[in-house]
Structures are given as structure tokens and as C-alpha cells.
């Protein structure tokens, strides 16, 4: 039994490696992008704008990075919750994107433990549905 679809979107595949592996134990299917652009393209396909759970998103990528790619999703699927990660902190762009509505800025290398808290706290908390 699947506890639904995390989407990760990091430039580094053995960061996207880690991630799935760690998250994947948990029962969880992972889509993996990586950068903005082609995690725009995986959300389009299929029913992904409605079935993914949780989208984890690094920053710095090249073509169309987190910033960018954080605006799009939150316009187009508004429901699902954002963590950010980066491994470069900066307490402005934060604070920026947690006005736009991210839940969570963690900071790389993510420990097990606090990204499995995280996920496990947002997929219980479910989407950001107002009707």
C-alpha cells in the first residue's frame, strides 16, 4: 500500500538518491525532477497535479530554479504543500518563501530523521483544501 507521491526536485541526483531511498521506506512512491523545468513537465503528466502529496524542492538549479519553480507550483497547484530545501541558508529568501505558503526551509544535508518528521507531519496534516 502506497502513503502517496512525493515529488523531489534537487539538480543533484545523488541528493534525489538519498532522499528517495530514506522516503521510500516509508512507503511512499517519489517522482524526481532535476530542476524546475522538468519538475513543471513531471507534474503535468498524468494526475500528478492532484496525486502528489508533498513536493520537495531545492533552490538553486539551473534552467528554471526552486524560486521559480515554487511560484508556478503554488499557482497552479496551490493544495499541495512545498518543503524547500537548499544547501545554501539564507533567512530572506525563507522568509519570502514562506510568505508565498512553503511549510517547511530545511537545510542540506537533511538528517533522516527531521526530513522523514517533516513529511510525516505535512502528509498527515493532507493539502490545503478551502472550498
Given at each position: 500500500?502506497?502513503?502517496?507521491?512525493?515529488?523531489?526536485?534537487?539538480?543533484?541526483?545523488?541528493?534525489?538518491e538519498?532522499?528517495?531511498?530514506?522516503?521510500?521506506?516509508?512507503?511512499?512512491?517519489?517522482?524526481?525532477?532535476?530542476?524546475?523545468?522538468?519538475?513543471?513537465?513531471?507534474?503535468?503528466?498524468?494526475d500528478?497535479?492532484?496525486?502528489?502529496?508533498?513536493?520537495?524542492?531545492?533552490?538553486?538549479?539551473?534552467?528554471?530554479?526552486?524560486?521559480?519553480?515554487?511560484?508556478?507550483?503554488?499557482?497552479?497547484?496551490?493544495?499541495i504543500?512545498?518543503?524547500?530545501?537548499?544547501?545554501?541558508?539564507?533567512?530572506?529568501?525563507?522568509?519570502?518563501?514562506?510568505?508565498?505558503?512553503i511549510?517547511?526551509?530545511?537545510?542540506?544535508?537533511?538528517?533522516?530523521?527531521?526530513?522523514?518528521?517533516?513529511?510525516?507531519?505535512?502528509?498527515?496534516?493532507?493539502?490545503?483544501?478551502?472550498?
Open positions: 500500500m502506497s502513503a502517496g507521491k512525493i515529488m523531489i526536485v534537487d539538480d543533484e541526483e545523488d541528493v534525489r538519498v532522499m528517495k531511498v530514506q522516503l521510500e521506506g516509508k512507503n511512499f512512491k517519489i517522482l524526481e525532477a532535476g530542476d524546475g523545468e522538468e519538475a513543471i513537465a513531471v507534474m503535468k503528466k498524468e500528478h497535479m492532484v496525486n502528489v502529496g508533498l513536493i520537495i524542492c531545492d533552490i538553486r538549479m539551473p534552467k528554471v530554479d526552486g524560486v521559480e519553480c515554487v511560484d508556478y507550483l503554488r499557482r497552479e497547484a496551490p493544495g504543500p512545498i518543503v524547500v530545501i537548499t544547501a545554501f541558508p539564507d533567512t530572506e529568501l525563507a522568509t519570502s518563501l514562506m510568505k508565498k505558503g511549510k517547511d526551509f530545511l537545510v542540506k544535508p537533511v538528517e533522516r530523521e527531521k526530513l522523514i518528521g517533516v513529511v510525516d507531519k505535512l502528509i498527515a496534516a493532507g493539502k490545503d483544501v478551502s472550498f
